[in-house]
């Protein structure tokens, strides 16, 4: 059987980061003003949104008026890390076996490899 696989586009990724980055839910018009960089067309903000919605990654946590109308507040539904393990996950080349191998990779890019392992000792001695 086929694994569905997961994963964000790279203009949902930037996204994703405005919203990860924010400290409240925003608008899509806050979006679009976070993301000065971009030339994203109010239509492909539309799919965009409506993908991220889909997948799951993003909710609408309300709505604000916003001259005459009111628009829809959007949040992520997941954190940074939850969309990373959500990768690995979904890899179809990564099993558990895979584990020993990305921990010791991560470790060796830690800056701070003591907290590293406190927090892995922390967690092993919690199961």
Same mark, same amino acid.
């Given at each position: 059987? !086929?694994?569905? %696989?997961?994963?964000?586009?790279?203009?949902?990724?930037?996204?994703?980061? %405005?919203?990860?980055?924010?400290?409240?839910?925003?608008? !899509?018009?806050?979006?679009?003003?976070?993301?000065?960089?971009?030339?994203? !067309?109010?239509? $492909?903000?539309?799919?965009?949104?409506?993908?991220?919605?889909?997948?799951?990654?993003?909710?609408? %946590?309300?709505?604000?008026?916003t001259?005459?109308? $009111?628009?829809?507040?959007?949040?992520?539904?997941?954190?940074? &890390?939850? $969309?990373? %393990?959500l990768?690995?996950?979904?890899?179809?080349?990564?099993? &558990?076996?895979?584990? !020993?191998?990305?921990i010791?990779?991560? $470790?060796?890019?830690?800056?701070?490899?003591?907290?590293?392992?406190?927090?892995?000792?922390?967690?092993?001695?919690?199961?």
């Amino acid at each position: 059987m !086929k694994r569905k %696989v997961f994963k964000m586009t790279n203009s949902e990724l930037e996204m994703m980061e %405005v919203l990860w980055m924010a400290e409240r839910p925003l608008t !899509k018009t806050e979006i679009v003003a976070a993301s000065e960089d971009r030339s994203w !067309k109010a239509s $492909y903000i539309h799919r965009m949104l409506n993908s991220l919605l889909e997948k799951k990654i993003i909710k609408v %946590v309300g709505s604000m008026l916003t001259g005459n109308t $009111y628009s829809r507040l959007f949040a992520p539904a997941m954190t940074p &890390e939850e $969309y990373s %393990v959500l990768l690995i996950k979904n890899n179809a080349l990564i099993d &558990e076996a895979s584990i !020993k191998t990305i921990i010791e990779d991560f $470790y060796e890019r830690a800056e701070d490899k003591e907290r590293i392992k406190n927090d892995l000792r922390d967690f092993l001695n919690s199961l």
